[in-house]
């Protein structure tokens, strides 16, 4: 199982780096359409990959950091009778990061949204006869369900406004909505900073800002691996990454922009200050890597884009090596 695992993500790092080379340097992003998937009246879903410069600097992070913990864990939990189970859900939930990473769409991406989110919970209780692992695991999938709700509600209004999930077709069209409102609750909002609002809010969940962090450092009662790859390198920057991918959306709508901006901002002070208060090391780091995302979060708020995804690959790297060295 450790042979089979860590052999296919390492054939996949050498994939990314052939990609990574073609889209950066050869300058081209490409889109692969596998097949139709979803075909309802206006609602058109396709099974499509997009190669573009975002895309495939996370897809060297992934594949990356996946590859060395896979190789780390080999070791790390050679003595535990469970190691086929464990590396089979680190595997999975490679799998679904990369769905979520490489999507053409919004539908597409939710899945691999939500699929890291249950190899969260499964990873995180994986040791299930501890009690502590099983209120952890539950506490992290229950907080992620109130972002997931939220990402879903932004899907929704996104695709009553502009009939579309694509995500190109979403930023070509999103400058003639400027002005429009949308009823929502019996009050206009402006249907853009509706959608950005929702989206945030998606990605405050998965990301653990101010509010909705509470999950991650109860998250530790995990294996290490899986705080090295879940917990601070892969999954908890997938909000960063949603916003990223929006930032058509979220330019138009300064309100977002600024709410994107202050919560990053106010989460940085506070988990670093908390991160001073507490005594399992596992849990400052916990708290660090809160605060290295709300760093982003405001990068990302003051429309620093590039800044924000530099961050988040230096982190990706530098917080996986904290946790392993651990």
């Not at 490409?30 to 499509?48: K, N, Q, V």
């Not at 979220?250 to 200050?273: Q, R, W």
């Amino acid at each position: 199982s450790v042979f089979i695992s860590t052999t296919s993500i390492f054939i996949t790092l050498i994939l990314t780096i052939n990609m990574f080379y073609k889209v950066v340097f050869e300058d081209g992003s490409y889109c692969l359409r596998l097949m139709g998937w979803i075909h309802s009246g206006l609602f058109y879903c396709d099974w499509a990959f997009l190669f573009d410069p975002l895309t495939v600097v996370l897809l060297f992070i992934v594949t990356c950091i996946s590859t060395l913990v896979h190789y780390y864990s080999s070791g790390y939990m050679l003595t535990d009778p469970h190691l086929i189970r464990f590396m089979s859900y680190l595997s999975l939930f490679t799998f679904f990061m990369l769905i979520l990473i490489t999507a053409d769409n919004y539908i597409q991406m939710f899945l691999g949204w939500e699929g890291v989110g249950l190899c969260s919970y499964l990873l995180i209780n994986f040791w299930f006869t501890r009690v502590q692992a099983n209120k952890a695991a539950i506490k992290a999938m229950i907080i992620n369900r109130i972002g997931d709700f939220s990402l879903i509600l932004g899907i929704l209004v996104m695709f009553v406004t502009f009939k579309s999930v694509d995500y190109a077709t979403v930023a070509s069209l999103t400058p003639f909505f400027k002005t429009q409102t949308v009823n929502f609750l019996n009050m206009d909002f402006n249907v853009l900073s509706l959608i950005c609002v929702f989206l945030f809010l998606g990605a405050v969940g998965k990301s653990a800002q101010l509010g909705l962090h509470t999950w991650l450092p109860d998250a530790m009662e995990g294996p290490t691996p899986v705080s090295a790859l879940i917990h601070a390198a892969t999954m908890v920057t997938a909000g960063v990454y949603l916003i990223a991918r929006t930032h058509d959306l979220f330019l138009l709508s300064p309100f977002a922009l600024n709410t994107v901006a202050v919560i990053g901002a106010a989460t940085l002070l506070m988990a670093a200050f908390t991160a001073m208060t507490q005594h399992d090391i596992k849990r400052i780091l916990a708290f660090s890597t809160i605060s290295q995302i709300g760093y982003m979060f405001l990068a990302l708020g003051v429309g620093a884009w590039a800044s924000g995804i530099f961050h988040l690959m230096t982190h990706a790297f530098f917080k996986a090596l904290l946790f392993l060295a651990a």
